[in-house]
């Protein structure tokens, strides 16, 4: 078949068509959001939460805590309740004030928008993290990640968020303001400290994150990771560790990050070509 560019044209016309060429290759590639400096991520969702990889993790995690816009929307839409948490917030804080059960139902509410919408497709879904995938995404070493006990032994007690160990360096997270860390009084704008090794922010403080996990067996307890803006403690600071606590209750210092569970057969590339079709 012949070429475009074999065609008898004038050099000026020729040209001319390798320039729309160039431009119509480049407008047909995936979008994803621009790789800045804050992030690697790979799929931004239609509330413009970001979503990258995790070494040995089967999901993409949202590479910010949910945020006060993001839950307020869900708010709104299913006209629910939200209890003021008595500290100052802005849209870019972490969302508070929210149970276990809150989140869970927001992640349902998030799945059935973008399937409806086309974002994503069936078979994906949001929902918590498992602790184990927390523990992977923290950046824990152990060989087994789904041993969650073995997570709480060994090496891991001298591992935390930030590099370096015990202190926390200056502006390693959103702590307890004894340890000097950041000049936040309470949550922090999600993103306001540098991102770890996948490009996920605020794994260590700012708030505690639910995951999906039972708390030691416990029908009603669930597990929370990650620490607060109000913790100080080195034992309480580890990446390991882990709490738990009855999955209605909602505090200042308790909030959420979402994971994108994709289907058997789904991948980041598919999500980014239903992003671009839904445009
Ligand atoms: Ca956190």
Not at 88 to 111: G, K
Not at 205 to 231: H, Q, T
Request: net charge negative; with cysteine; proline share 5%.
């Amino acid at each position: 078949m012949m070429s475009i560019l074999s065609l008898h044209i004038i050099p000026g016309l020729r040209l001319v068509l390798l320039v729309l060429l160039a431009l119509l290759f480049f407008a047909q590639k995936p979008k994803a959001y621009s790789q800045d400096s804050s992030s690697r991520g790979d799929f931004e969702n239609s509330l413009e939460m970001r979503f990258t990889e995790v070494d040995g993790a089967r999901v993409l995690f949202s590479i910010w805590e949910t945020r006060v816009k993001d839950y307020r929307l869900f708010v709104n839409e299913t006209k629910r309740g939200w209890s003021d948490p008595g500290i100052i917030q802005d849209n870019n804080h972490p969302a508070v004030m929210v149970s276990w059960e809150d989140a869970t139902q927001f992640c349902r509410w998030l799945t059935d928008k973008e399937v409806t919408a086309g974002r994503i497709q069936e078979g994906c879904r949001y929902r918590l993290p498992t602790s184990a995938e927390w523990s992977l995404a923290v950046g824990l070493k152990t060989p087994d990640y789904t041993d969650t006990n073995a997570l709480l032994q060994g090496p891991s007690q001298t591992e935390f968020p930030w590099e370096g160990g015990w202190p926390p360096s200056e502006k390693a997270g959103n702590y307890h303001p004894d340890l000097g860390c950041d000049s936040f009084p309470t949550t922090a704008p999600v993103g306001s400290f540098s991102p770890n090794q996948f490009g996920l922010f605020d794994m260590g403080g700012n708030v505690w994150e639910w995951c999906s996990d039972s708390f030691k067996n416990s029908i009603d307890f669930r597990v929370l990771r990650g620490a607060s803006w109000r913790m100080r403690s080195p034992g309480d600071l580890l990446s390991s560790i882990e709490i738990g606590n009855v999955g209605h209750i909602r505090l200042s210092t308790y909030g959420f990050r979402v994971v994108l569970e994709l289907g058997d057969k789904i991948s980041v590339g598919d999500l980014i070509q239903a992003e671009t079709s839904a445009e």
